[in-house]
């Protein structure tokens, strides 16, 4: 006996028990399959989230795609394993930590490394598995026994062991370059964690005075003293300015290569350098070069050996190059510089100019190009790796855009500066000899250096997270070890994610893998010294890949393919941002509609390419959809126990692959032919769409299906034959509730990847107390049974609909009450539809609240309450004066629209090009549906004339 549902629906209440249940049960664990297990297998990685991380609607889009995905493989038979884990967040974790140190008068250097780093793993403990509790509430299916953490010690072996690789295959090396700082968070960032703005500014004009040429650098006579005069938005900067640069092609300055000026301010000589660092169009034409402090200037310092002179230190003030300006923050040094320059004459004037400034992503403060130590990665061999397993389709993109889009930016990538100036995270594996100052990588810490020296310190610096993160597709599956897991997992079938990590962890992710699980670096190959690996890995670059090595660099993806999901803006398309004040919280919104319908709204909006305009309204909606559901479950649970009543020895029919009748009750109506027919082109479309990614496309035909077809029609239509009274045809009634049950089992089974939790809750009650899986989520998901498909009861049924669709809309019209019936005149276009009208005159009149229908040999056209289709003409009968302005106006608007189509059909049909691609009964359907306009043209011309 079927457990009986509350009357209301109420998520709450079964969410968080079935939540629960799964994870309890641990029903979403995967045992690594044994050799010889011929199951497919689908994988795919969680984006991990931060470690300090709240659940926001990013994370709600990505994990409800991800676990439509995981629970529809798994129930199409898959190996399904989803990993879920969470990253160490070096900065955002140590900002975290330092705050709370702030509030308890304490500081991180006070403390110590070895104390920060405790207290960091008790702030973790305590607080960082917040969004993996969300995550578990939202009924995510993935493995917990498998939930890794970035700083867990196998994957910081594996970090570690791929650092030293790197160094030992000669893709990384240690230098004084110019990075992206960040000095409230106090270390390098990459470019990628740099978001840029264009903001109000002055471009502030300088002459310096050339030297040699007057006696001061302030005279009457112009004659006397020569100036070149340059243009910054910086003007602090030119403290540590160590050259003017001008064009060697530039004509105005020729005379003056191989001169120097004096630096205004300082009193330092520097020279005039001839480089293409400076453009003859832009401002005078001359520009100042600052090694220690711009990117090009730094590159342009190189090529003319030139000083570089820091002026600026880590927390962003000037340091005691500056001079007199030594302690002041950057920002007032500038105003100072600036009022200097102008008493002394040196400022030509300024100018409002627009500048693009640098932001770090996190602390929102402007980055200050710095010239620092650091460690980086040489990527141009990764890279070309990882642009070639793309163009030759090893890894396939969805949206199919987003592909070039990773290959322009590939292919104009720089070498990555991996070392971080932080205490949390992966230490770099790097020490130095206090006595000879080499530096050794090693994996241990050595005793020893090679000259002898016990004096041995290391670096205090730690690894970028992407770094540790970018390496999870293979260290989660136990690398460098050689695994099962690894066999069977890798790579992942998929990863889904959001634009904005592309380059930081996808492109990542890429080169790596495709570095780590290439010969000779893949578990289970030889293992070779350092420098015969070197060898081996520069032969491999130098020369066409070979059919052995092809089939590796296939294997060495970490996922086949990537779907790029859309942004969350809000009902308005805006952004979020608390600023604006529109930010959604998930856990408000599941908390008001469920999370079911959440996840609902989430899917039936994610159109590839397209952002969500996430609306409560739809999400309201979905709610009253899953009602819809819970209402006709309760309503198949009344004539399940009606008929157990009448028969107590009738039994459910047999779970099994059921997206079709049982053989013991197959359909013997119309409604039961068409309803199977629906359900399994729905299935057919469901499966199709989820294969390309639409989700929108799968959610919105269940939608349909289940609230249309199922609910809104189906229902209505067998409530005569289930009749249990005394008297009644029970063996109808039977078979009428056993399709109905074995429908609703179907149903429940598509559509459960998208409402896990009411899907759960009616198929449990369904089978209650012993049912056949201990999950539906174990359960068959439907399949398509070609035979099943039945093309002439859909015809028939499109008839029956459009007959009681346009009676409904008839009353609607002349507002006739809904307790009143009328009688109806009908004119079929043919015996065919005149026979199949009269056998289901029953449900028409039932369902179209009609008094009696008559066939009639005409219908006088322009009587109120009348249409006209291709397949009848209708005339409800009832008595009240019509309208004639608003008829002819109706009538009007819809000649329009069939003329409108007709063009268009007309338009087609002339197309020699259309006609010589399209399908043949594609063209046959368009010349079909031609010959229905014409006939419907001339009924609604002469309608609009028996107006008159």
């Not at 520009?287 to 990117?295: G, Q």
């Not at 627009?354 to 620092?372: F, Q």
């Not at 803006?569 to 941002?577: E, G, L, N, V, Y």
Request: charged share 25%; aromatic share 10%; hydrophobic share 40%.
């Amino acid at each position: 006996m079927p457990h009986e549902l509350p009357k209301a629906y109420e998520p709450g209440a079964i969410e968080a028990r079935w939540a629960e249940y799964w994870v309890r049960e641990k029903l979403f664990h995967v045992e690594t399959p044994a050799p010889g297990d011929s199951r497919p297998v689908f994988t795919l990685l969680l984006p991990p989230p931060n470690v300090t991380g709240r659940l926001h609607m990013g994370h709600m889009l990505n994990q409800t795609q991800m676990d439509i995905v995981a629970r529809w493989h798994r129930m199409r038979g898959f190996v399904s394993l989803w990993l879920p884990g969470t990253d160490h967040a070096g900065i955002a974790t140590q900002m975290m930590v330092e705050r709370q140190l702030l509030k308890e008068g304490k500081k991180r250097r006070e403390m110590g490394r070895e104390k920060f780093i405790e207290r960091v793993w008790e702030w973790r403990r305590e607080y960082g598995g917040a969004i993996l509790d969300q995550m578990k509430r939202l009924g995510a299916s993935v493995d917990w026994g498998r939930e890794y953490f970035t700083m867990d010690d196998h994957l910081s072996h594996a970090v570690k062991e791929v650092f030293v690789r790197l160094y030992e295959d000669g893709l990384i090396y240690r230098g004084k370059y110019i990075v992206n700082w960040c000095s409230d968070c106090g270390t390098a960032i990459s470019d990628l964690e740099v978001k840029h703005e264009d903001v109000a500014g002055k471009l502030y004009e300088i002459r310096y005075p050339v030297v040699g040429t007057g006696q001061s650098p302030v005279t009457t006579q112009a004659e006397e003293q020569e100036f070149i005069t340059v243009a910054t938005t910086r003007p602090e900067t030119m403290l540590g300015d160590t050259a003017v640069a001008v064009n060697p092609k530039d004509e105005r300055y020729t005379h003056l290569h191989g001169k120097h000026v004096m630096l205004p301010l300082m009193n330092r000589e520097i020279p005039i350098i001839a480089d293409e660092l400076a453009q003859p169009e832009f401002g005078t034409g001359a520009v100042k070069v600052t090694p220690a402090h711009d990117p090009n200037d730094f590159e342009a310092g190189l090529r003319h050996n030139l000083p570089q002179i820091e002026v600026i230190d880590e927390h962003a003030k000037m340091n005691a190059n500056a001079g007199p300006y030594a302690g002041l923050d950057r920002f007032a040094a500038r105003a100072h510089v600036v009022e200097d320059l102008a008493e002394q004459g040196f400022l030509v004037g300024t100018k409002d100019y627009t500048i693009a400034i640098g932001k770090c992503d996190r602390s929102g403060t402007i980055v200050e190009p710095r010239l620092s130590t650091q460690w980086f990665i040489k990527i141009a061999p990764l890279a070309k790796r990882a642009i070639e397993v793309v163009e030759k389709g090893y890894i396939r993109f969805t949206p199919e855009n987003y592909g070039q889009i990773y290959l322009n930016w590939m292919h104009n990538i720089h070498d990555w500066c991996i070392s971080r100036q932080l205490w949390w995270g992966h230490r770099i594996p790097a020490w130095y000899c206090g006595a000879c100052k080499e530096v050794v990588v090693a994996r241990e810490a050595p005793a020893a250096c090679k000259c002898g020296s016990t004096k041995l310190e290391q670096d205090t610096d730690v690894l970028d997270t992407w770094f540790s993160s970018g390496l999870l597709p293979f260290t989660t599956l136990g690398w460098p070890d050689a695994s099962r897991d690894q066999e069977v997992f890798y790579p992942n079938s998929l990863m889904i994610t959001g634009f904005d990590i592309l380059f930081f962890w996808v492109a990542r992710m890429i080169m790596l893998g495709c570095w780590f699980m290439m010969p000779p670096h893949r578990p289970g190959n030889p293992r070779l010294a350092p420098k015969e690996r070197a060898r081996t890995l520069r032969q491999a670059q130098g020369r066409l890949w070979g059919t052995a090595d092809e089939d590796a660099l296939r294997d060495s993806v970490p996922f086949r393919e990537v779907y790029i999901h859309a942004l969350v803006r809000d009902a308005d398309r805006q952004k979020m941002s608390k600023t604006k004040g529109n930010v959604l919280d998930p856990i408000e919104v599941i908390g008001q509609y469920g999370t079911d319908a959440t996840r609902f709204t989430l899917a039936a909006m994610a159109a590839p390419g397209t952002d969500i305009a996430f609306s409560e309204s739809r999400t309201a909606g979905y709610r009253n959809f899953a009602n819809k559901i819970w209402n006709a479950a309760r309503l198949m649970f009344m004539n399940v126990d009606r008929i157990k009543s009448a028969d107590p020895s009738w039994q459910l029919p047999a779970m099994g692959a059921v997206y079709i009748p049982s053989r013991e009750c197959p359909p013997q109506t119309l409604e039961d032919r068409w309803i199977f027919s629906r359900f399994n082109r729905t299935a057919k479309d469901v499966n199709e769409s989820l294969q390309s990614y639409r989700f929108d496309e799968a959610a919105t035909r269940i939608y349909d299906f289940f609230w249309g077809d199922f609910c809104d029609w189906y229902l209505e239509l067998i409530k005569p034959r289930l009749n249990f009274d005394e008297g009644g045809d029970t063996t109808a009634a039977k078979i009428a509730c056993a399709n109905l049950v074995t429908l609703f089992d179907a149903s429940l089974r598509l559509l459960h990847p998208f409402m896990p939790f009411i899907t759960e809750e009616i198929w449990h009650s369904m089978y209650y107390p012993a049912p056949p899986h201990k999950s539906i989520a174990l359960a068959k998901y439907p399949g398509f049974a070609e035979t099943q498909v039945d093309h002439g009861a859909e015809t028939d049924m499109l008839i029956l609909q459009d007959l009681i669709v346009n009676v409904r809309n008839i009353r609607a019209e002349l507002k006739i009450e809904p307790k009143v019936k009328v009688p109806l005149d009908v004119l079929p276009a043919e015996s065919y539809v005149q026979q199949l009208i009269d056998n289901n005159r029953g449900a028409i009149e039932r369902m179209a609240n009609v008094e009696s229908l008559q066939f009639v040999p005409r219908i006088l056209s322009g009587l109120a309450g009348t249409r006209s289709t291709s397949r009848f003409d209708v005339h409800a009968i009832y008595e009240k004066k019509i309208d004639v302005a608003a008829e002819r106006e109706r009538l009007t608007k819809e000649l329009e629209k069939i003329e409108k189509e007709q063009a268009n059909g007309q338009r087609q049909l002339a197309n020699e090009q259309f006609l010589a691609k399209a399908p043949a009964k594609v063209v046959d359907g368009l010349k079909a549906r031609q010959a229905e306009l014409e006939l419907l043209k001339t009924k609604t011309q002469n309608a609009i004339t028996g107006l008159s």
